[in-house]
Nanobody, 116 residues
Framework: QVEVAESGGGSVQAGESLRLSCLVS????????MAWYRRASGKERELVAR????????EYADSVKGRFKISRDNDKNRVDLQMDNLRPEDSAVYYC?????????WGQGTQVPLPP
């Protein structure tokens, strides 16, 4: 069993920064590559960034390249998403994804609301 919990969301203004954290607990040794997704109001969930088990960033959404950075600390069972120069279109609920033992594990999400 793996549990996933996000934190760090909150209201910000365009141009500001925010750092999201994802903590994994339970059978953490079974967790592979991880990712951050987001779902904006009225839109489909989309991949924001993903990172390998070893901590190598593998993919960023075109819309966040150069502004967001994903990182991983396996000693702390944690994956962070540093978000800089936030834009109104980044407003969404952000979810951490942690696949483990052929099962998908998701957190409850953390909100990042920005004014339009």
């Amino acid at each position: 069993q793996v549990e996933v919990a996000e934190s760090g969301g909150g209201s910000v203004q365009a141009g500001e920064s925010l750092r999201l954290s994802c903590l994994v607990s339970g059978k953490t040794w079974t967790v592979g590559g991880m990712a951050w997704y987001r779902r904006a109001s009225g839109k489909e969930r989309e991949l924001v960034a993903r990172i390998t088990r070893g901590g190598v960033p593998r993919e960023y959404a075109d819309s966040v390249k150069g502004r967001f950075k994903i990182s991983r600390d396996n000693d702390k069972n944690r994956v962070d998403l540093q978000m800089d120069n936030l834009r109104p279109e980044d407003s969404a609920v952000y979810y951490c994804y942690a696949p483990a033992s052929s099962l998908d594990h998701w957190g409850q999400g953390t909100q990042v609301p920005l004014p339009p």
